[in-house]
């Protein structure tokens, strides 16, 4: 099998790439900092993927290579949507999907106090941040962003809760909107919780409305931008005749 070899990432972007491509040559380029994420290593001048998946870009400067698995490992700043399954004195057992139960500390929560503890009910689901995650031990999640604030972290009330790979989820949660976001938006109202354990949450005032946009998540996993454009176009032509 031939090996790919590319003095520019663009070419490669979007492409699936396979363990030992080349996806970049430094000495091609100057003055630019690169950052490689998941997927890539760098042997002296050359960038090449460890992993089957695809190539993947965000600006200004970062690479990696994403593949969609079901199996999702936990780091930290990772926003994920969590179950509850237990409750204890100084925390919540949760499940993110991941080799090990979390831990919500009682007091990770905005302002968080003993005299304010918050009661969740088994099976609440919650949005929630990875804080911590150290080998042998379960991995530490918060309500809160960095600075303390809840932000947009915590219980989601009502709506549909589906699962995904996290390759979608990824997707999902890319800037700029993805496609099948943008799409939707400018013909439904509605709310939406990603997270990158595979996990999505969608609600509504109309039920219908919850059960087209999560259909059209699920539908656009293999599409392109622009194929996923179409599809939403179709499914809202649809419900409108």
Same mark, same amino acid.
């Given at each position: 099998?031939?090996?790919?070899?590319?003095s520019?990432?663009?070419?490669?972007?979007?492409q699936t790439?396979?363990p030992?491509?080349?996806?970049?040559?430094?000495?091609?380029?100057?003055?630019?900092?690169i950052k490689?994420?998941?997927?890539?290593?760098q042997?002296n001048?050359?960038?090449?993927?460890?992993r089957?998946?695809?190539?993947?870009y965000?600006?200004?400067n970062?690479?990696?290579v994403?593949?969609s698995?079901?199996?999702?490992?936990?780091?930290?700043?990772?926003?994920?949507?969590?179950?509850?399954v237990?409750?204890k004195?100084?925390?919540?057992?949760?499940?993110?999907?991941?080799?090990?139960l979390?831990?919500?500390?009682?007091l990770?929560f905005?302002?968080?106090?003993?005299? @304010?503890i918050?009661?969740?009910?088994?099976?609440?689901?919650?949005?929630?941040?990875v804080?911590?995650? %150290? +080998?042998? !031990? /379960?991995p530490?999640?918060s309500?809160?962003?960095?600075?303390?604030?809840?932000?947009?972290?915590?219980?989601?009330?009502?709506g549909f809760?589906f699962?995904?790979s996290?390759?979608?989820?990824?997707?999902l949660?890319?800037s700029?909107t993805?496609?099948?976001?943008?799409a939707?938006?400018?013909?439904?109202?509605?709310?939406?919780?990603?997270?990158l @354990?595979g996990?999505?949450?969608v609600n509504a005032?109309?039920?219908?409305?919850?059960?087209?946009?999560a %259909? +059209?998540? !699920? /539908?656009?996993?293999t599409?392109?931008g622009?194929?996923q454009?179409?599809?939403?176009?179709?499914l809202?032509?649809?419900i409108s005749d």
């Open positions: 099998m031939g090996t790919k070899v590319s520019s990432p663009i070419s490669l972007i979007d790439v396979v030992g491509d080349v996806v970049l040559d430094l000495s091609n380029l100057t003055n630019q900092t490689l994420g998941s997927g890539l290593r042997d001048d050359v960038i090449s993927s460890m089957a998946g695809k190539l993947k965000s600006k200004p970062k690479y990696w994403e593949s698995h079901k199996r999702y490992v936990p780091r930290p700043e990772d926003h994920v949507l969590g179950i509850v237990d409750s004195a100084d925390n919540f057992w949760v499940d993110i999907k991941g080799p090990q979390a831990l919500l500390p009682v990770a905005e302002g968080g106090t003993r005299r @304010n918050p009661k969740f009910e088994v099976g609440t689901l919650l949005y929630l941040r804080v911590k995650t %150290n +080998a042998g !031990m /379960n530490e999640l309500c809160t962003d960095a600075s303390g604030k809840a932000a947009e972290f915590g219980p989601l009330r009502d809760m699962e995904t996290t390759g979608l989820s990824r997707m949660l890319s700029p993805c496609p099948v976001l943008e939707l938006g400018k013909k439904l109202s509605y709310e939406t919780a990603f997270g @354990n996990r999505a949450w005032a109309a039920p219908r409305t919850v059960i087209i946009v %259909n +059209a998540i !699920m /539908n656009s996993v599409l392109s622009t194929q454009r179409i599809m939403v176009e179709k809202l032509e649809k």
